[in-house]
């Protein structure tokens, strides 16, 4: 009885530590995994840049990102001969575009830049836009939009209904107005009118700037309205109509690059779900140390998502068809 109780003691005493080095041992590979990974996408010679074009895209809705910032800053040291910015947005908040513009442009005076509008680039999207010397267009592209404009529900009418009534102490009428629980008072909305102007007036001049138009045919183009590619030519809001190849080619024939370059893509936010290197490394070491449901929940991207959650509070730049049409 005792000789079976000692060699209980003993192989759970071994398995003990079996599972401690299994545990070990996955969680230095994970840890060298993530070391190999951060050092090849922080590093300013990236994988297959030598001797290629980067692809970028820019779709949805556009707000600030610093983790956007930083991937183009890597991307202004990387080895990649050109860039091919790939844009489909009806814009976003005003501030989140200019950021945008800002690193584009910064990115633009390192490297060869060109933009293609695929869907739609309106709005905060064609401000992002502007950051290119050289916009390519679709024929049924819708580009423009320029304008700005803040937004908010007033509920006044249907809390009067309901008999309930919101009460507030406030340092100074215009703080944190309007706030949609009463009417809009002339002086709220003269400040709110004032935020817009201004706005709408650094929109204006940066399409005036970039796009070399003169005040008639900026007025044609800045009342809010999106236009097609082919319009949009017409009217100097966009250089050229095709696609990536056309692109590449103003490239090959402005910039002196090489015609045989690939274009390779070049992701601006990498996630862990994204590498799969990484995944994949993640998937064998769990499994290894007996943890399979945690390992196929990896697998299937289950614990690797993320919800972007799209703050637009503030003001916007940006395009969607009118609810009454």
Do not use: C
């Amino acid at each position: 009885m005792s000789f079976d109780s000692d060699v209980i003691v003993d192989r759970r005493r071994i398995r003990r530590k079996l599972t401690f080095w299994r545990v070990t041992a996955a969680v230095v590979a994970i840890a060298a995994v993530v070391a190999i990974g951060a050092a090849s996408t922080s590093s300013g010679s990236l994988p297959g840049s030598s001797g290629s074009i980067a692809r970028i895209k820019i779709d949805g809705l556009i707000r600030s990102d610093y983790d956007r910032v930083a991937a183009l800053e890597r991307l202004e040291k990387s080895s990649y001969e050109a860039v091919v910015v790939h844009i489909n947005s009806p814009g976003g908040t005003t501030a989140g575009a200019e950021q945008l513009y800002d690193s584009l442009a910064r990115l633009k005076a390192k490297k060869p830049l060109v933009v293609v509008v695929e869907g739609m680039a309106a709005s905060g999207g064609y401000i992002a836009a502007l950051s290119a010397d050289h916009i390519v267009a679709r024929q049924s592209s819708l580009v423009g939009s320029i304008g700005v404009l803040i937004q908010y529900p007033n509920l006044a009418e249907l809390l009067k209904n309901v008999g309930v009534k919101v009460e507030e102490v406030k340092s100074s009428p215009l703080k944190a107005a309007p706030n949609g629980f009463e009417p809009t008072s002339p002086e709220a909305r003269a400040a709110l009118d004032a935020l817009v102007k201004d706005s709408y007036a650094w929109f204006r001049g940066l399409v005036k700037e970039r796009r070399s138009l003169d005040d008639p045919s900026l007025d044609k183009v800045a009342d809010g309205r999106v236009f097609t590619g082919r319009q949009a030519v017409g009217l100097k809001l966009v250089d050229q109509l095709g696609d990536e190849k056309t692109a590449v080619a103003w490239l090959v024939a402005q910039k002196k690059i090489k015609a045989d370059l690939p274009v390779r893509d070049y992701k601006l936010s990498p996630r862990l779900g994204d590498m799969t290197f990484l995944r994949t490394a993640a998937v064998v070491t769990l499994e290894a140390v007996g943890l399979p449901s945690i390992a196929h929940k990896i697998a299937d991207g289950g614990m690797l998502q993320s919800v972007d959650q799209y703050g637009l509070d503030g003001i916007l730049a940006l395009w969607r068809p009118s609810a009454s049409n």
